[in-house]
């Protein structure tokens, strides 16, 4: 087996699983995948070993960090910055020149309590520069994630990334001439500190030109390109070059995928396809390297850093915040940038991990590079596992972020928590009656058949049978099937108790109820009561929890049994039908729907969005034939009612129907042919939708007798 694909195949299977969990606890994926790596890495499990699997992986991270990059140009508009170009430079050098200040003073002061042996001033002087140095840096990827995660965009969004891409620039300067310092303590043999200044200077402006460069060629092929793919192949080529090349010239790969980045988007063509192409192609890759961060990461280096490592983790927290606070009164900044921006710079990783490492291979600083690397390591472990957060909190307090709070979920009026979930269902909420009472036929022809078995659902059932029954005009028919072994129980005054429920609704919708009590199997109780009380559908309702197996069994063999059709109701949360979804596949389900849609039609007028789901790859005449066709179908049989229609083709049926669910209230849909493994194998539209949507569905089986119980 090979060791890399097996390394790849736990690192993405693991980040998946750990990003929804973190998605579910409302905590950025980012800390999950990260939290993912932790685990597998070292400090627990050592599944990944970072000695020999990490090293292979290398490359992936080299990828990702020069896409990171590239997708943070895109944020640096000179368009869009030019309100705000002030506040970004003002708060970039205070912030950056506060937090080398905060982190070089606290670790200077405490370095001098807690190192042993006592070492000379010197010594902790080297030690403080260099940490403020590496505590500038932030991480551009982190909060890259979070920007796209959220869906964020704004006057924040826009100057905190901006911000990001010009505080590295700063932290290799400054590193720089902490170096040289270090350099000049240690020995009069180095460099001068201008000669450093201009070391680091260079490295900056080379990286820059470079990725002008590689950002022009991009522009360049793009205005060639048309086809997709052919984008996403030769800007990738393109842009793996130009790390390849800064790293070989000893450059930032970092700064010259921004210069990239900002130089395509601030053409006058602005064309963005390479960025949307390329964020199709990011997730995995993104997986891996936040997972990969995570395994590099050891737990043991909080134990080493001690109160040194403390130091630097609080100082730096506050030399971003107060310094952000002030850099942003001085540029008249807005009070939401000034109070919480400096939060979201806290993440930090790739650029300090990189400082770290330089350090650690110069063989003049070996005696700093013991203390350092666990201090800073120690400092990335916290800022990974706390700034995500810190910076969805930045985001959503600007009211910047485009994705919605996660819904609550059914039955849970309360609001939405993780622990709701092992809760026990609750009454489904069902708004009292409030259109005129219906009126009875004066003749009664047959029954709508409900099977009532659970009180939370009982209301409901009584009202969509009650409905159905005044279409057909016949009557509301209550049917308990109880075990056999339980008739002892009922009698009397108990067996007309059990039907007050249903009782009191249909009395509320002008309706009186039929009753049945039944001692048998649920399916054939069904069966039989459906056949004496010659039944115009049978209404039944989905059990509250979430994969009812034993129930979809009873409704093929109900459905299998009846000779008219069989609607499941899926109550979740608030239940009405004041705007319907229709999605479906045939035109030749209409004729199932349509009964039930003129039902609810006549007791509630709604709104009505018949959609029929195309393949994706339907042509535009196709598109156009099928939404004649429907159109024409609905002049025919709802011209007086409010409808909407279209000919969606679709890439994901399911997608497609919880995207659409948002704006409705009630989903009406036929069920599968398929039935035993034929089920499993092909799958089941309607099933699908009951698992995944948080709107009630009706589900439309026809009747057996002729044929077999059909579904999408």
Request: proline share 5%; aromatic share 8%.
């Amino acid at each position: 087996m090979n060791e890399v694909t097996l390394g790849i195949a736990i690192l993405l299977s693991a980040g998946l699983l750990a990003g929804w969990l973190a998605r579910l606890l409302r905590f950025p994926s980012v800390t999950g995948y990260i939290l993912a790596g932790l685990v597998l890495g070292p400090s627990f499990s050592g599944v990944i070993d970072m000695d020999t699997l990490g090293r292979q992986l290398e490359h992936f991270t080299q990828i990702a960090l020069m896409l990171i990059a590239f997708g943070i140009g895109e944020h640096i508009e000179l368009r869009r910055l030019l309100g705000f170009g002030r506040t970004v430079g003002w708060i970039s050098a205070v912030q950056a020149f506060g937090t080398f200040l905060c982190v070089a003073g606290g670790t200077f002061a405490v370095s001098g309590l807690v190192t042993v042996p006592a070492q000379s001033s010197f010594y902790h002087l080297i030690l403080a520069l260099l940490l403020g140095a590496v505590a500038i840096a932030t991480s551009p990827a982190t909060l890259l994630h979070v920007v796209r995660e959220t869906c964020a965009k704004g006057t924040l969004t826009s100057t905190l990334m901006a911000v990001v891409a010009f505080v590295d620039g700063i932290a290799i300067m400054m590193f720089g001439l902490a170096l040289s310092i270090a350099h000049q303590l240690i020995g009069p043999e180095t460099s001068s500190l201008l000669r450093a200044l201009a070391v680091a200077l260079s490295e900056i402006l080379g990286s820059l030109a470079i990725g002008m460069i590689t950002g022009l060629l991009l522009d360049f092929f793009l205005n060639k390109l048309h086809n997709r793919g052919e984008m996403l192949i030769g800007g990738l080529a393109l842009l793996l070059l130009c790390g390849e090349i800064t790293s070989a010239l000893h450059l930032s790969p970092l700064l010259a995928g921004m210069a990239a980045g900002f130089t395509i988007i601030n053409r006058s063509e602005r064309d963005i396809r390479l960025f949307r192409a390329i964020n199709a192609f990011e997730p995995p890759i993104y997986v891996l390297f936040f997972t990969l961060a995570g395994a590099h990461m050891d737990l043991g280096a909080l134990k080493i850093a001690g109160w040194i490592g403390a130091t630097y983790f609080t100082s730096r927290v506050i030399g971003k915040y107060f310094g952000t606070m002030l850099g942003g009164m001085l540029a008249g900044a807005s009070p939401l940038i000034r109070n919480y921006m400096g939060l979201a710079l806290v993440p930090q990783a790739g650029v300090a991990i990189g400082l770290v490492l330089l350090i650690g291979n110069d063989p003049a600083l070996t005696a700093w590079s013991a203390v350092i690397t666990p201090v800073v390591l120690a400092g990335v472990v916290l800022a990974e596992l706390t700034g995500p957060v810190f910076a969805k909190f930045t985001l959503v307090k600007a009211g910047e972020c485009e994705v919605p709070e996660p819904a609550p979920l059914p039955n849970n009026p309360g609001g939405w928590s993780f622990w709701s979930r092992f809760r026990p269902p609750e009454a489904i909420r069902l708004p009292p009656w409030h259109g005129d009472k219906l009126h009875p036929s004066t003749n009664p022809n047959g029954t709508v058949l409900f099977g009532a078995s659970h009180f939370a659902t009982v209301r409901g059932l009584a009202r969509v049978a009650t409905i159905l029954a005044h279409h057909f005009h016949g009557l509301p028919l209550s049917a308990r099937v109880l075990p056999p072994s339980e008739q002892a129980k009922y009698a009397g005054t108990a067996e007309t108790a059990l039907f007050l429920p249903e009782k009191e609704e249909t009395a509320d919708l002008g309706y009186p109820l039929r009753t049945a009590l039944l001692f048998d199997a649920p399916a054939a109780g069904l069966i039989a009561a459906a056949s004496r009380a010659d039944a115009h559908a049978v209404v039944l309702g989905y059990p509250l929890r979430r994969n009812p197996r034993a129930f979809l069994r009873i409704i093929d063999k109900v459905a299998a049994g009846i000779r008219c059709p069989l609607i499941a109701v899926r109550f979740v949360g608030e239940f009405k039908a004041n705007r319907i979804l229709v999605p479906f596949l045939d035109p030749a389900e209409l004729a199932l729907l349509q009964p039930v849609l003129e039902a609810l039609t006549m007791a509630t007028l709604p709104r009505i969005t018949f959609v029929h789901l195309l393949n994706s790859d339907c042509s535009w005449e196709e598109i156009a034939t099928h939404d004649q066709e429907l159109q024409e179908w609905l002049a025919d049989n709802f011209f007086d009612i409010q409808t909407r229609h279209k000919a969606e083709p679709t890439e994901s049926r399911l997608e497609f129907i919880l995207n659409e669910a948002k704006y409705h209230d009630l989903i009406v849909m036929t069920a599968t042919r398929h039935q035993g493994l034929a089920r499993i194998f092909f799958g089941s539209l309607s099933n699908s939708v009951i698992r995944n949507c948080h709107k009630p569905v009706m589900v439309i089986y026809a009747c057996g007798k002729n044929g077999t119980a059909s579904e999408i």
